[in-house]
């Protein structure tokens, strides 16, 4: 075991708890599991309610074990009491507010103390040393800066890094390789499909980014295939991160120098794999959805929060000396939810739009791909007899009207293809809405 | 005579055009004349037969989505400039035209019919009237 293993300057004293014995680390997680979830019970009604109908209080957790016990928290829960219902602090020691991509009806609203940041600030530091990035490291931050996570997520922890950053944001791609090039980056935070964008641009244009070694890629799936493809493409170590709004953002889990699994900084979050049907928790190694825990938020704890994602977990010691339990990278979810240029797509929302524009709900289907580096979304709607002309521009209005109105239902550009009455494949039981072909 | 013209919806991939073919082949309809309208995503095919009413029920039993549109049939002279005349006149009614296609010569010697869909059929009927455009009738339109 060596925890030189980072790259030169790649350890940082922040980083220590990475490395902390299994004992010590649960000592931790449990000492924080009974503050939060009595911050929780006293400062939040809907946890406080839902632990007594199962006649739970704090000092219910009387071990690690115990977290089992506790009721789930899912996404519902936070739009339900939009938009400060979780809230376990006062707006005056609130200092940062952020809010989900999630463009249907209420978004998601997430909360910071100044404590809060320091952690999220921390955990952030922490991935981007595990990822080899250090000071003297000129880093890209091509995520967007705003109500997203992702930007200020990845910048923050940059600057406590004491790396450089250039605060770019995403798009125009145009200044984002002239960038590259003249400031001689190092490092890249973006989403894995722009970055294949920007390596297609930079080829083109005949960009010279030679000095880029390491890219941070998450806020999207990815695939083997894809890393092997940048990898290859640019010369550069693609690692994946982890993260989700309402955990903290972008800084959950990261992949280490091995890039065999993301490691979960497993002192802030407590992970565990459930069977999404039956609520149970799965031994190790099982696959099942993860849910995740936040052991010292302040001002939006999340009890168990299941994020849908399903993966399994890991213990077993990774080479590079972190004792952190890994996730095997996440591939798929447990609903229908997906994500497609960083914005978080539910089928419902394209049904909203379908129902808006023609009042009832025909057949369809969402198809995903990846083309030139950049995720596309397709959706196929079948001609109804209540909708069919025999006009082509009444055809092709209704067609650019779908378009429009999923674009300002969903904040991104989708492609409609009108298609034939039942061509799109029934399927017995519960319908695939999803045919997600972004392979690479 | 208005004329009840079909119109079905085609994706843009092989087979769409038979499929409906098949369908009326087999229940023994024959087409009176057609025209396919296409755009890079989709076609619509309309046609005419002699019962619309069977084959709008034939292609439905086949799972297809039909539609039903009056349409015009307009007697033309067929020459040079015969087309021309009838547009010119269609045109000094002030009648909007979504489209048309060809009948075909047919058997009518010196004369060609033309499908028209107008915005308004009953007010494009009547102002080709007093135009002094003959309409014609479905029975004038049938093979000999």
């Keep these: 075991m060596s925890i030189w293993n980072d790259p030169p300057g790649g350890f940082h004293p922040v980083s220590a708890p990475d490395y902390l014995p299994r004992e010590q680390l649960e000592e931790v997680q449990l000492q924080r599991l009974q503050s939060v979830v009595t911050r929780a019970f006293d400062r939040v009604p809907l946890f406080r309610s839902r632990m007594e109908e199962r006649g739970l209080s704090p000092t219910s957790m009387a071990s690690l074990a115990d977290i089992a016990r506790l009721p789930f928290t899912v996404k519902a829960d936070l739009r339900d009491t939009y938009p400060f219902g979780l809230f376990a602090s006062p707006m005056e020691e609130i200092v940062r507010l952020h809010a989900s991509s999630g463009t249907t009806g209420k978004p998601i609203v997430v909360a910071y103390t100044q404590a809060d940041l320091d952690v999220w600030t921390e955990v952030m530091v922490r991935s981007l040393v595990a990822c080899g990035i250090h000071r003297g490291d000129v880093i890209q931050n091509a995520y967007g800066y705003g109500l997203f996570t992702g930007g200020l997520g990845a910048h923050y922890g940059a600057e406590a890094l004491g790396a450089t950053v250039i605060p770019i944001s995403g798009g125009n791609t145009e200044r984002q390789l002239m960038v590259m090039q003249d400031f001689g980056v190092t490092a890249i935070c973006c989403t894995p499909s722009y970055f294949l964008h920007l390596l297609e641009s930079a080829k083109e244009t005949k960009i010279d980014f030679s000095k880029l070694r390491v890219g941070v890629f998450g806020a999207e799936p990815w695939s083997d295939s894809m890393r092997e493809r940048i990898q290859d493409e640019s010369g550069i170590r693609a690692h994946d991160i982890y993260g989700l709004s309402e955990i903290i953002g972008p800084g959950v889990g990261v992949e280490c120098s091995e890039r065999n699994g993301l490691h979960i900084f497993e002192d802030h979050f407590f992970p565990e794999i459930i069977d999404s049907e039956t609520g149970e928790v799965l031994p190790e190694g099982a696959e099942g959805e993860l849910v995740l825990t936040t052991l010292s938020k302040q001002a939006m704890p999340l009890i168990r929060y299941r994020t849908r994602d399903v993966t399994e977990l890991v213990s077993e010691q990774c080479p590079c000396g972190r004792t952190l339990r890994r996730i095997r990278r996440i591939g798929r979810r447990s609903d229908d939810m997906f994500i497609i240029r960083g914005v978080n797509v539910f089928p419902s929302q394209v049904e909203t739009a379908l129902l808006r524009v023609e009042g009832t709900l025909p057949h369809y289907q969402i198809i995903l791909t990846r083309e030139v580096g950049l995720d596309q979304m397709e959706v196929k709607v079948e001609v109804t007899p209540e909708v069919f002309s025999d006009e082509i521009r009444k055809l092709e209005s209704l067609q650019h009207q779908l378009e429009a109105t999923m674009e300002n239902v969903l904040g991104l550009r989708v492609k409609v293809t009108l298609v034939g009455p039942r061509s799109l494949a029934r399927s017995e039981g519960k319908a695939k809405r999803v045919t997600d072909l972004r392979t690479v | ?144």
């Design chain 2, 1 to 144: 005579m208005k004329l009840q013209q079909i119109s079905l919806f085609l994706e843009n991939r092989p087979g769409q055009l038979r499929e409906p073919c098949e369908a009326l082949a087999a229940a023994g309809i024959d087409l009176l004349t057609m025209s396919l309208a296409d755009t890079a995503q989709f076609g619509i095919l309309r046609f005419i037969v002699r019962d619309p009413e069977q084959a709008k029920k034939v292609l439905e039993d086949a799972g297809m989505v039909v539609r039903m549109t009056e349409v015009i049939p307009v007697e033309v002279e067929n020459k040079p400039g015969g087309l021309a005349a009838a547009l010119m006149a269609i045109e000094g009614a002030g009648l909007g035209v979504e489209y048309m296609y060809d009948f075909g010569a047919a058997s009518r010697s010196g004369k060609a019919a033309i499908v028209f869909r107008f915005e308004d059929p009953d007010k494009a009927l009547a102002a080709l009237e007093a135009a002094g455009i003959r309409v014609l009738a479905m029975e004038e339109l049938l093979p000999k």
